[in-house]
Every structure is written in C-alpha cells, then in structure tokens.
C-alpha cells in the first residue's frame, strides 16, 4: 500500500475535550486525569488530594477492595438505550452520583466550590460542601440549580455549628449530611513530610518554593482572595484561627436532638462503617446514611467501605437511603455499589483530580468519563436502568489455594 493511501487511515487527531482542556484531550480515564492534576500542583497541595491518614491503610484498601469483586454479566440483551437516571432523597437526577464535600478546595484551582457547582449544575447532579468549604454557602448556591448538600462538622461551641446550618438552610441548601467519622482530626503523614499545615493553609517555606515550580498554579494563588473558611467565620484569617478549636472530640449522635429542631429537609448520617450505625440511625429518624471512611483520611485499618456496603444495605432494609463513598474511580466502581444496594456514590478525589487539572471543564471530564463507563458497564451487564443491577451480578473472588506439596508439577525438581 501507498503511502497517500495509507495516510487517510492515520487517526492523529486527539479528540475533542469540553471547554477547550486540551491538557485533557489525551486522557481515558480519571487515573490519567489523576497524572495531569500532580503535575499542576505544589508538592503540598498534591500530598493534600492525595495523602491518607497515618501508614494509609485504608486509602490503599478502598481501592483494593475492588480487586477482589467480580462481576457477573447475563446473557446480552438489547441495551441500546442504557438508563442512568434514579431518585436521591426524593428528586430525580439523571446519574446515581454525586461530588461528595471537601474541605479547601481552592487548594487545588482558583475558582474551588465556584468551578465544581458550575460542573454539577451542567450535569444536573448534586454537589455537595464542606462546613470547610473555601466559598460560601450563599455564593455555591448562587452558582447552580442542582440539587446541594452541606456536610456539617460540630465541633465545642455549638452556637456556631447552628449558625453553619441556618445559613445552608437559608441559601437553600436540600440536605444536611452531619459527619460523625471526625471527632478528631487525624495524623496525615504524607501533608506533614511536605511542610503543609492542612486545614490551616499554612505553607512552609519549602511548600512555598516548590510552588514557584508551578507558575500557573503559583499565580493564580497569589493572585486570589487568600484562603479561608467563610462558612465559620468572616472570609479572612479569623477563620482560620477557628479551626484551632474545632475537631476537639465532642460530637456525638445527641447532637442529632438539636440538629432536627434547625433542620426540616433530609438529613444523613455521614461515617458510617457499622450495620448497627444505621440501625441507630433509622430509629433516630434520619432518612439515610452515607458509608464512609473519609477517603482513607481519618482512621486507619479501618474496612473498605465496598466491604461494609451489603451489610449495612441489609440493616437499613427500606427505612433509610444508603450511599457510600471512597475509593471509587471508574464506572464499573459504581456500579458494583448500585448492585450491592447503594442509592447513589459519593464522588471525591475522582472530581478533584478534574478541579486539579483544569477547573470547571475538568470536573466535568471526569463526570463524563465516569458516566459513559458506567453506561458502558450496565450495557455489557445487561442492565437496562439502574434497578436492573441486582447483588446476582456481583461475585466475590476467591482466594487462590495455596499450591498442594505433594503434587509434581512438570518441569520441577
């Protein structure tokens, strides 16, 4: 064959990438964005979005947990038009996921909570924000029409958490995620090997450095409104100062009594990695529960949650909606949840990495590579909707056998 005939059959051109992220163009799945956003980032924001708790135990295990799940798909069945749509706390949304809060997101892009908000209202899925979100509740709301969920951390002076959720409420915020799974904050070796003070926003000055490494980066957070939590205090470094005193060890589920006097709008109990967690909290009359272990941040050796999942799934029955976060990176990741009865999956570092490397067009990149894989997914499954993935699909691997001394094996000895 000629060379001018073999030209024409070349396919050289990257495809296309929304909101002109070519950086993006090249990447197939969130691991490739993943690569993208530490290259933008310092080496403090990066072991930030990275980083786990203590020897990251549990960060390595979300992710391995998927490793040893199987799925089992039925025999082909027309899938042309695969289904994705499904009810969260009582409103329609077109994917069975949502980008789950984060504290300091402005760490990681400029336009932070503002970028994300913009992505998810596109996409026509909740977003949810941190009690330490860097924008506030009044601008985030201002920004999409999609459903929002505020995360909620109680920490001593209580008069403030209550302010926290009147203002949510107020902007019109539709569910109240309270987190229990962050009594105490915990030790992140990896953010302290690289200088970072993390939820303060201090920067060391080898933290400082390396951001000169990174000009884009490095411009744009100069050239912003310094960091800060608005959500507790004025948008400055009061607030800061602030968070000396939060994560003090005083949450607990009675602070539920005073939570639902403030609050008439759903509310979920966030952290939970016990059966009898949400047994506890169907009696209290919460209308859900979002498995968690905080990304692999908090507490170490804990389960993965995938693990805990049908368990907890079973215990709630039909009292409460069940989600569940950490670890998820691919389509296939939630849909394994979906079939083990999840109502929807918290979206974390897989929508960061996307904020990391390109703002709002990265986030939603990555909600649309995670939507077609999942499409993907259920097609090759067999399942039409969202309800047609069922626990039959899931199979879980067994161990391979240790080999049997006694047999020969060709070629040996």
Not at 158 to 185: M, W
């Amino acid at each position: 064959m000629r060379l001018s005939e073999t030209l024409p059959l070349l396919r050289v051109a990257r495809p296309p990438a929304p909101g002109g992220a070519g950086r993006l163009a090249r990447c197939r799945s969130i691991e490739d964005v993943a690569r993208v956003a530490r290259r933008r980032l310092p080496i403090g924001a990066r072991n930030y979005l990275d980083g786990g708790g203590e020897g990251e135990y549990t960060l390595r295990r979300n992710r391995a947990a998927f490793d040893e799940l199987e799925l089992l798909p039925e025999m082909p069945r027309e899938a042309q038009d695969v289904d994705t749509s499904t009810t969260v706390l009582g409103r329609r949304v077109p994917l069975p996921f949502a980008l789950a809060p984060v504290g300091a997101p402005r760490m990681f892009h400029h336009d932070g909570e503002l970028a994300v908000a913009r992505a998810a209202r596109r996409a026509g899925i909740p977003y949810g924000i941190s009690t330490l979100a860097t924008t506030s509740v009044e601008d985030v709301a201002a920004e999409t029409n999609s459903p929002l969920w505020f995360q909620l951390y109680v920490w001593g002076d209580r008069a403030e958490a209550k302010e926290a959720v009147l203002r949510a409420k107020q902007a019109g915020f539709d569910a109240l995620l309270f987190s229990v799974d962050t009594s105490l904050r915990s030790k992140r070796e990896r953010e302290q090997r690289a200088g970072l003070d993390l939820p303060q926003a201090h920067l060391s000055v080898r933290t400082f450095l390396d951001g000169a490494l990174h000009p884009e980066w490095a411009w744009h957070f100069l050239n912003s409104e310094t960091i800060s939590f608005p959500n507790i205090g004025p948008p400055d470094h009061r607030s800061r100062e602030k968070l000396d005193h939060m994560f003090d060890g005083t949450v607990s589920l009675e602070d539920l009594e005073w939570i639902r006097e403030l609050w008439e709008g759903p509310l979920l109990l966030k952290g939970v990695i016990r059966p009898e967690e949400a047994l506890r909290a169907a009696d209290a009359g919460l209308d859900g529960v979002i498995v968690s272990n905080h990304g692999g941040r908090q507490l170490d050796h804990v389960p993965a949650t995938i693990d805990m999942l049908a368990q907890i799934v079973d215990a709630a029955g039909d009292r409460l909606e069940v989600m569940v976060d950490s670890g998820f990176r691919r389509g296939s990741d939630i849909a394994v949840a979906l079939a083990l009865g999840a109502k929807a999956v918290l979206l974390g570092r897989a929508h960061l990495y996307g904020l990391a490397a390109a703002g709002e067009a990265g986030v939603r990149y990555c909600i649309e590579l995670l939507a077609e894989e999942l499409r993907m997914t259920m097609g090759l499954c067999g399942a039409r909707n969202v309800s047609e993935l069922s626990p039959e699909l899931i199979r879980r691997r067994e161990p391979a056998s240790a080999p049997d001394p006694d047999v020969v094996h060709p070629g040996r000895g």
